[in-house]
C-alpha cells in the first residue's frame, strides 16, 4: 500500500470515574478517523497516564503507585484497542503505557495494533531526566522496524527523536515512516522534539509523525501540563512543502490532524532530489576528525 491517510492525535487527558468512560472516549476518536478515512491512527506518549483517575487521589497523586495501579487494567487496554482496530479496520499506535517488567521494573512502551491483534512494540531507549530521576522507569534496549501492511515502519518515542542514529537505523532497515508519540509540558519541550522530528525526516528523506498530549490536567502527578501540536513533517525538496510540516494543529484546542502520505514518494526524493541526504550520510564517516592539542 503506496498511499495512506494518517491521522495524528492531538489528545487531551482525561479524568474517569469508571473504565467504561474511558473506552467510550477511545471509542469515540476512532471513530472519528475511521469516518475520515484513515488508514493509520497515531496517540501520543503517555496518553494512557489518564487511567490513573481510575485508582483514586492516593494513587493518581503518587509515581509509583499508579504505575503498579495501572498493570491491572492492562490486559483490558490491549483488548480495547484490538478490538476497536478490527471493528474500524485501522491500524493503531497506541498511546505508550508503563509496562512492568518481570524485573519489577518499568518500560514506556508503544504498542502498534492491527485488525487482527497487537502487532509489535517498541520501548522508550533514551530517558529523559524525569523519567530517570523521579519516576524510574528504565530504557528499552532494542531498535525495531515492523513490518506491517502499509510497509516498514520505525517508532521514537518522543525523547528518541532527538537521537539520529536510531532513526538512521530504522530508515536503513526499511522504514519510510517514522511514527513519534510525545509529551511535553512546555513550548521548549514541544520544540525540541519537533525539531528533532523534521531534522530526521531532513536526514533521511521520510516522513515522521508527530502525535502529542494536550492541555492542563492539574489532578495528574505525572501529565498535569501538555504543550504541543500535532504535526506532520516531510522531506524539504521538490513535491514537499518547503518548511518541510506537511500539516500541523491548531493551539487551542484537541483533535486529529489529517494527512495523505504516498510512500513512493520518498524512493522518488532520494533517487531524484535537490540533495541526497539519506544517501550521503555515511560520507561523514570518512571526513578527517579535528585535530586537538
Not at 468512560?21 to 484513515?38: G, R
Not at 490491549?78 to 508503563?98: K, R
Not at 532513526?167 to 515512516?177: N, S
Amino acid at each position: 500500500m503506496s498511499k495512506i491517510k494518517v491521522a495524528a492525535a492531538q489528545y487531551d487527558i482525561g479524568f474517569f470515574q469508571h473504565w467504561t468512560d474511558f473506552a467510550d472516549k477511545l471509542h469515540q476518536w476512532v471513530k472519528e478517523a475511521a469516518e475520515f478515512k484513515a488508514n493509520l491512527l497515531v496517540f501520543p506518549e503517555y496518553g494512557s497516564m489518564e487511567l490513573a483517575s481510575l485508582y483514586g487521589e492516593t494513587v493518581y497523586r503518587d509515581l509509583g503507585k499508579q504505575l503498579h495501579a495501572m498493570q491491572s487494567c492492562y490486559a483490558d487496554w490491549q483488548a480495547l484497542h484490538v478490538e476497536l482496530a478490527s471493528q474500524y479496520d485501522v491500524m493503531i499506535l497506541a498511546s505508550t503505557f508503563p509496562v512492568q517488567q518481570p524485573d519489577d521494573s518499568f518500560r514506556n512502551r508503544a504498542h502498534l495494533f492491527g485488525v487482527d491483534g497487537l502487532i509489535d512494540f517498541q520501548d522508550k531507549l533514551i530517558m529523559t531526566r524525569f523519567e530517570n530521576e523521579q519516576w524510574l522507569i528504565n530504557p528499552g534496549t532494542d531498535i525495531k522496524v515492523i513490518d506491517t501492511d502499509i510497509g516498514k515502519l520505525g517508532i521514537n518515542v518522543c525523547y528518541d527523536s532527538e537521537f539520529p542514529l536510531i532513526t538512521y537505523q530504522q530508515v536503513k532497515a526499511g522504514a519510510d515512516l517514522i511514527l513519534a508519540p510525545s509529551c511535553t509540558d512546555t513550548e521548549a519541550g514541544f520544540h525540541r522534539v519537533r525539531i528533532g522530528c523534521q531534522a530526521r525526516a531532513l536526514e533521511n528523506q521520510c516522513y515522521v509523525v508527530q502525535s502529542p498530549t494536550f492541555g492542563k490536567a492539574a489532578w495528574s502527578e505525572a501529565v498535569d501540563v501538555n504543550t504541543g501540536r500535532a504535526s506532520i513533517y516531510t522531506p524539504v525538496d521538490y513535491g514537499f512543502p518547503d518548511n518541510g510540516i506537511l500539516v500541523e494543529g491548531v493551539g487551542d484546542k484537541p483533535g486529529w490532524v489529517y494527512a495523505d502520505l504516498d510512500l513512493a514518494e520518498i524512493a522518488r526524493v532520494r533517487q531524484q532530489g535537490q540533495v541526497f541526504n539519506y544517501r550521503d550520510w555515511p560520507k561523514q564517516h570518512s571526513l578527517k576528525t579535528p585535530q586537538t592539542n
